[in-house]
């Protein structure tokens, strides 16, 4: 098993907890919907000016993530995280039908653009598609509507786009910097069970790390910053654990791909220096 000392793990972002595009607001501190008046489509045009064209998302092309106790797979889903070996950190912890899927980007020309990776979330219904530029840290956090069909979605340049995706005002109301604080995208012990069909020798959400990070459109927030320079933050963006439900992001084996939920070390080194971020995530009031 892979163990680091639990000083270097609390509070990273690239050590989060589930690839999603769900909603980070706490019911007391729900942010005011602001519609800018753009539509999916603008918003879709911006990000293909910065990634090239779309691929087609389809939940079709995502794998499945496994759900096992002990082993063997699980065909009760469960609210409780103790029912499966790899819980999910947002919602249900134990479901039998989440799945993953990932696209390399795409020139104008239909090549591949190995600099751009599309990830898709696919889980109760749903489509949320994330897109990251290695080279700059760009990243657009796409959705389906509720009646969109997500397996035959349509891209930017086909008739239904507006109807089919959630606007940009939509999308950023769920405050996705709020979970995805310090990287794109999130790791848990579900999604870090499944390696990259073009590359086994990788996961199939990528590892980000201390990579440039910046969200697209006018609409959403920037990743929080912060001036803290001690022993965690010289490797690792801060990543508060408010929104991750299911367990404390602190408990979790690191580095990726995690052992499992409740296997850690109790370690006590750099205390202090946890416990800065800690007082620094209190203050922005999530």
């Not at 797979?73 to 479901?95: Q, V």
């Amino acid at each position: 098993m892979i163990r680091i000392n639990f000083a270097l793990v609390v509070l990273f972002g690239i050590l989060s907890a589930g690839l999603l595009l769900e909603s980070c607001n706490k019911n007391d501190n729900v942010e005011p919907f602001n519609d800018s008046g753009r539509t999916a489509l603008d918003y879709a045009q911006e990000c293909e000016a910065i990634f090239g064209p779309f691929p087609r998302f389809s939940c079709e092309d995502a794998i499945t993530v496994p759900a096992t106790k002990n082993g063997v797979p699980i065909t009760n889903e469960s609210w409780d995280p103790n029912d499966c070996d790899c819980p999910m950190a947002f919602g249900k912890p134990c479901e039998t039908d989440y799945r993953v899927g990932r696209y390399t980007g795409l020139n104008s020309d239909g090549t591949e653009n190995s600099d751009v990776v599309w990830l898709t979330n696919c889980r109760d219904g749903g489509l949320g598609v994330i897109g990251y530029k290695f080279s700059t840290g760009e990243t657009c956090f796409l959705s389906i509507a509720d009646n969109g069909d997500p397996n035959n979605a349509p891209q930017p340049n086909e008739n239904g786009y507006n109807d089919t995706w959630q606007t940009p005002s939509i999308v950023s109301a769920d405050n996705c910097v709020n979970c995805h604080m310090a990287s794109p995208f999130i790791h848990t012990p579900a999604v870090d069970q499944l390696m990259n069909p073009f590359n086994p020798s990788e996961l199939l959400v990528p590892i980000t790390g201390y990579e440039p990070y910046s969200v697209v459109g006018a609409e959403f927030k920037q990743p929080f910053t912060t001036n803290i320079q001690n022993s965690c933050t010289s490797c690792h963006r801060p990543q508060c654990t408010e929104f991750f439900q299911n367990y404390p992001l602190d408990e979790l084996v690191m580095p990726a791909p995690f052992q499992n939920a409740t296997d850690f070390d109790h370690s006590n080194i750099s205390d202090a220096d946890r416990q800065a971020i800690r007082d620094w995530c209190n203050t922005l009031e999530l």
